[in-house]
């Protein structure tokens, strides 16, 4: 049975902390507001074998605490005889309610529950506590993501790893995901162009027949994440462009002859007109956007384009 008592603070363990995730987020606010109107919810502590405290849940709350130089703090205290489900169980539910989960801190839970119960008490119980929908697709979503080395983790914990992308990735060997680390690392890719992305090498490592870390090693993309004249953002484009044109040479060979045929036509970087081609270059038909602003305008832009689809150039444009 659990047992509210106050503990001195010098007695908690604050790195034993095996159910609780380890964040770095501000505390400023939470230790402010604990120094306004103290403890509202008091922390889980289980009896450590040997002396002290293990941290079950309110990790956050102790750190305050200890900011605020307090010498004890109420907490509800387990024996150390309590299991380690029973200790999961009750940080689990003590977040479940109050705030949502990250996808790291998803993950984290799922990875200990596994422990503990099978998947279909995971799926039906815990899932929805931690804000997922009931579906063994869901958990083994999850359980691919959390895996990964040490590393990938602290990216998906930090948000800079997409869940969707980690699943993928776990399937990896893992001289490939070594070798793909540095990327996600370093540059600003969404959760899509993640995906795209392994996708992409996939893709050409199935052509190809070849090792996905053989693209990913290659000078000419290592050399865009290594340029110091390039901003993060600048970096990730043009790693997207080289894999790109790896993995559709055509579609891409085709596109820099459009952007050619358009800055040949002085249509490239118009104010008022824009043409596209057909998506992929697939189907007849282009498409034209024209600004105007009245009647006369739009005349002389009409007059402008009847002329150009008079030219040669214009005719080799949309035979591409």
Same mark, same amino acid.
């Given at each position: ?9 010098s007695d908690i363990d604050l790195d034993d902390h095996p159910f609780a995730v380890? #964040?770095?987020?501000?505390? #400023? ?7 306004e109107v103290g403890l509202l919810n008091p922390p889980w502590l289980r009896k ?9 849940? $309110?990790?956050?709350?102790?750190? !305050?605490?200890? %900011? ?17 489900? %029973?200790?999961? +169980? ?8 109050? %705030?949502?989960? #990250? ?42 993501? $959390? ?10 914990? +930090? $948000? ?27 540059? /600003?890719? #969404?959760? +899509? ?48 462009? %080289? ?5 559709? /040479? ?10 050619? $045929? ?13 043409? +596209?081609?057909? /998506? ?15 009647? &006369? ?5 009409? &007059?402008?384009?009847? !002329? ?13």
């Open positions: 049975m659990a047992r509210i008592q106050e503990v001195p603070l380890a #964040s770095s987020a501000d505390i #400023s606010p939470l230790s402010a507001s604990m120094a450590k074998a040997e002396a002290g405290w293990q941290v079950v849940t $309110g990790l956050k709350r102790l750190k !305050s605490a200890a %900011r605020l130089r307090w010498e004890k703090i109420a907490a509800h205290t387990l024996s150390a005889e309590t299991p380690d489900s %029973r200790c999961l +169980s009750i940080a689990l539910q003590d977040n479940a309610f109050g %705030r949502s989960f #990250s996808p790291g801190e998803q993950v984290f839970y799922i990875n200990r529950l596994t422990k503990h119960w099978d998947e279909a008490q995971i799926v039906q119980h815990f899932l929805p506590l931690l804000g997922l929908p009931p579906s063994a697709k869901i958990l083994h979503r999850f359980l691919a993501a $959390g895996s990964l080395e040490e590393a990938w983790q602290d990216l998906l914990v +930090s $948000g800079r790893l997409a869940l969707t992308a980690a699943a993928r990735l776990a399937a990896w060997p893992a001289a490939a995901r070594r070798a793909a680390f540095p990327f996600f690392r370093d540059l /600003p890719f #969404s959760q +899509s162009k993640q995906e795209e992305l392994l996708k992409w090498l996939e893709l050409l490592a199935r052509r190809q027949d070849k090792a996905l870390e053989d693209f990913l090693l290659k000078p000419e993309l290592t050399a865009c994440l290594e340029d110091p004249a390039l901003n993060p953002q600048e970096k990730a484009q043009r790693v997207r462009r %080289r894999l790109k044109d790896w993995t559709f /040479p055509r579609l891409s060979a085709a596109l820099r002859a459009f952007e050619q $045929g358009l800055a040949g036509l002085g249509l490239a970087q118009h104010p008022r007109v824009r043409l +596209s081609p057909p /998506p992929a270059f697939e189907g007849p038909d282009f498409h034209l956007e024209i600004k105007f602003r009245d009647a &006369d305008e739009l005349r002389s832009l009409l &007059d402008t384009l009847t !002329s150009l689809a008079r030219q040669e150039d214009f005719s080799a444009l949309t035979a591409i």
